[in-house]
């Protein structure tokens, strides 16, 4: 059984920061690219930041100079830094995994095969 369980999330102010993690069980981590996404209330769920199963990446252009992900394999964990929190920042975030190349970054929420349950930012002015 496949899980993937995000932590980190939380109530910050607006130039503050938080780290998500996201750790797997039941698959075989390293074979899969990884992403984050996330959803606001009343909008759709978008792409915040995507991770091959090396070290390419991907990142939404809000977020790009302020987010990072990254990954451990060793820890079956993947990461995302977000620096320079704005209020707009502000939705659930989830962890998604889709086995794929070892090159490829996937972007597109139906690519993924699996989610995790989600984890509450909140960003205050």
């Known amino acids: 059984q496949v899980q993937l369980v995000e932590s980190g999330g939380g109530l910050v102010q607006a130039g503050g920061s938080l780290r998500l993690s996201c750790a797997a069980s039941g698959l075989t981590f390293s074979s899969y690219a990884m992403g984050w996404f996330r959803q606001a209330p009343g909008k759709e769920r978008e792409i915040v930041a995507g991770i091959s199963r090396g070290v390419n990446s991907y990142y939404a252009d809000s977020v790009k100079g302020r987010l990072n992900i990254s990954r451990d394999n060793a820890k079956n964990t993947v990461y995302l830094q977000m620096n320079s929190l704005k209020p707009e920042d502000t939705a659930v975030y989830y962890c998604?995994?889709?086995?794929?190349?070892?090159?490829?970054?996937?972007?597109?929420?139906?690519?993924?095969?699996?989610w995790g349950q989600g984890t509450q930012v909140t960003v205050s002015s």
């Open positions: 998604a995994a889709v086995r794929t190349s070892a090159t490829a970054v996937r972007t597109n929420a139906y690519a993924f095969d699996y």
